[in-house]
T-cell receptor
Framework: GIQVEQSPPDLILQEGANSTLRCNFS?????LQWFHQNPWGQLINLFY???GTKQNGRLSATTVATERYSLLYISSSQTTDSGVYFC????????????FGQGTTLQVKP | EAQVTQNPRYLITVTGKKLTVTCSQN?????MSWYRQDPGLGLRQIYY???????DKGDVPEGYKVSRKEKRNFPLILESPSPNQTSLYFC????????????????FGPGTRLTVL
């Protein structure tokens, strides 16, 4: 099945810093989503981005489907950005199952 | 507000006591799914439903049942919970079922933390 790898596994930033999170996947995908899991465990949708570039405030994402990777950019980070960031993909399987990467744990210090 | 809701959000129970975790969406989504999240194992799909009265097993269905009598609701039933079902559970939905060439954005509920003693 599809493998999803995220890097880095852990990231510590000072408030105001910028960061780039990477997601590599091993096969073609029909869906790619980025989520933020906050300290209360909730999974917040950030982007639905099977290809191309999107921006939402301080966050933006780019997926290059032909090269099988996606990037999540966080600019001017805030303490509320802390948590785990997941990349998840749906392959050609018709179960609709999202295959999650292991996540990047981000800690933003004041 | 468009959302997926789950109840209860937190539950502590004992082995063998039947329980139901409800999931409801107000977006007229056809596809719904249940996941469990465990440390070191990530999120794993339990069951999914392509539409009303259509359900199928995911990767870890043992010990769980589901039903889809109405489009908006997709309850997860644990007939005889055991401690290895202690986990964080998520319900998810999307507008349409996935096809071989397209899968729609999935939206997640807030999660249910279940502890089975």
């Amino acid at each position: 099945g599809i493998q999803v790898e995220q890097s880095p596994p852990d990231l510590i930033l000072q408030e105001g810093a910028n960061s780039t999170l990477r997601c590599n996947f091993s096969d073609s995908v029909n869906n790619l989503q980025w989520f933020h899991q906050n300290p209360w465990g909730q999974l917040i949708n950030l982007f639905y981005i099977p290809s191309g570039t999107k921006q939402n405030g301080r966050l933006s994402a780019t997926t290059v489907a032909t090269e099988r990777y996606s990037l999540l950019y966080i600019s001017s980070s805030q303490t509320t950005d802390s948590g785990v960031y997941f990349c998840a993909v749906v392959g050609s399987s018709n179960t609709g199952k999202l295959i999650f990467g292991q996540g990047t744990t981000l800690q933003v210090k004041p | 507000e468009a959302q997926v809701t789950q109840n209860p959000r937190y539950l502590i129970t004992v082995t063998g006591k039947k329980l139901t975790v409800t999931c409801s969406q107000n977006m007229n989504h056809e596809y719904m799914s249940w996941y469990r999240q465990d440390p070191g194992l990530g999120l794993r799909q339990i069951y999914y439903s392509m539409n009303v009265e259509v359900t199928d097993k995911g990767d870890v269905p043992e010990g769980y049942k589901v039903s889809r009598k109405e489009k908006r609701n997709f309850p997860l039933i644990l007939e005889s919970p055991s401690p290895n079902q202690t986990s964080l559970y998520f319900c998810a939905s999307s507008l349409r079922p996935p096809r071989s060439d397209r899968a729609h954005e999935q939206f997640f509920g807030p999660g249910t933390r279940l502890t089975v003693l």
